[in-house]
């Protein structure tokens, strides 16, 4: 079974620098996808970014970019210029690439901006 | 167009109580996918279906636990005789199809069990 680790409960930074969330992960299989999502207070779940297993480039989104480690089995997400809407819980999340696509979710990281 | 909506927003019910969780995934979207987040936690999967066949229940915590989705659109999370260790917000997603497409999560039901 997949297994996924966020060792950072609680995380600050002050507005407009650049923090680093955590992940790693465990699995025997090798097509996978992994995934950063952001649940604000509303509790909606709202991808921030992926990363396919197979592709050695690093993902980014605007602000956002992952440190992907393969063989390591590290997938930690780095936010750069962080604003107050950034302030939320930030989950790291695991998904096969075949058959059922369930997610499998860290126990998050709860990120606080300070202005 | 419509995100996922999930209803009630909030639900409290007796233990020993019946109660249902309505899901109404973004229309056309082929998967659906129940997951249940305790107090603190991270979601943690329940179920999934393909249009309407429940194709993976393993997360079900129960027997009392049981989800439809008959005509493979709508689907209900029934939970029978509630138990204070229920007590969650139970979270729905749908995706586009079943392979390589991101899920859309709603804004989740809070079940507080007294």
């Known amino acids: 079974a997949q297994t996924v680790t966020q060792s950072q409960p609680e995380m600050s930074v002050q507005e407009a620098e650049t923090v680093t969330l955590s992940c790693t992960y465990d699995?025997?299989?090798?097509?996978?996808?992994l995934f950063w999502y952001k649940q604000p207070p509303s509790r909606q779940m709202i991808l921030v970014i992926r990363?396919?297993?197979?592709?050695?480039q690093n993902a980014t989104e605007n602000r956002f970019s992952v440190n992907f480690q393969k063989a390591a089995k590290s997938f930690s997400l780095k936010i750069s210029d962080s604003q107050l809407g950034d302030a939320a819980m930030y989950f790291c999340?695991?998904?096969?690439?075949?058959?059922?696509?369930?997610?499998?979710f860290g126990t998050g990281t709860r990120l606080t901006i300070i202005p | 167009g419509a995100g996922v909506s999930q209803s009630p927003r909030y639900k409290v019910a007796k233990r020993g109580q019946d109660v249902a969780l309505r899901c109404d995934p973004i229309?056309?979207?082929?998967?659906l996918f129940w997951y249940q987040q305790a107090l603190g936690q991270g979601p943690e999967f329940l179920t999934y279906?393909?249009?309407?066949?429940?194709?993976?229940k393993s997360g079900l915590p129960s027997d009392r636990f049981f989800a439809e989705r008959p005509e493979g659109s709508v689907s209900t999370l029934k939970i029978q005789r509630t138990q204070q260790e229920d007590s969650a917000v139970y979270l729905c997603?749908?995706?586009?199809?079943?392979?390589?497409?991101?899920?859309?999560f709603g804004p989740g039901t809070r079940l507080t069990v007294l």
């Open positions: 997603a749908s995706s586009l199809a079943s392979q390589g497409h991101e899920q859309f």
């Open positions: 999340a695991y998904r096969n690439n075949f058959g059922n696509e369930k997610l499998t």
């Open positions: 229309s056309g979207h082929v998967s």
């Open positions: 990363q396919e297993a197979y592709k050695q």
């Open positions: 279906f393909q249009n309407e066949a429940q194709l993976d």
């Open positions: 699995t025997s299989e090798s097509d996978y996808y």
